[in-house]
């Protein structure tokens, strides 16, 4: 299989699973925190689509998806950069989103970029260095899975919440 399909299939996952989580889902279960105190939906989703177009732009070196209009048409105001990177329960409950496929556009919307980002790649660029802060160094490929994985993570536990919220399976 070629690298470039492997990887578009792997980040596309997550949004598939946008979809299904936020299909049918209503306003309060969308801001529902377990106990009062874990992520919601919204922030999951709005958190797993923000940190893969955060760390996107730095590995092209270009513009942040968000900045085209998302913080309007999401209702969230949130700055380029900030993708919820530590953010305690107030900040994770003022998160609020008027229109869930407004949401869902945005996380697609960064798929795409990241799809056509990876599309644009040769094999040799995976082995690239793109961040010498860490022992051993990571690599732009090394740094994809990163993204990939984050997503997957955390769109998992927006399926977990909405079971915990709705009583809802993912259908597995």
């Known amino acids: 299989m070629d690298h470039r399909a492997l990887l578009t299939d792997a980040a596309s996952r997550p949004l598939d699973a946008a979809r299904q989580v936020l299909d049918g889902l209503a306003s309060g279960s969308l801001h529902a925190m377990p106990e009062g105190r874990g992520n919601s939906i919204a922030w999951l989703v709005w958190h797993a689509a923000r940190q893969a177009d955060v760390q996107l732009a730095a590995l092209h070196g270009g513009a942040e998806v968000w900045a085209d209009g998302w913080a309007h048409r999401t209702g969230i105001d949130r700055g380029e950069g900030d993708f919820g990177f530590g953010d305690g329960v107030a900040e994770v409950a003022a998160l609020r989103v008027a229109d869930p496929d407004a949401l869902l556009g945005y996380a697609a919307a960064v798929t ?9 790649l040769a094999a040799t660029d995976l082995d690239d260095v793109v961040d010498t802060n860490w022992t051993p160094h990571v690599t732009r490929g090394v740094r994809l899975i990163s993204i990939i994985d984050d997503a997957v993570a955390h769109l998992g536990q927006a399926a977990y919440v909405r079971g915990l919220v709705d009583g809802w399976s993912i259908g597995y």
């Open 112 to 120: 795409d970029a990241l799809t056509t980002y990876v599309g644009s």
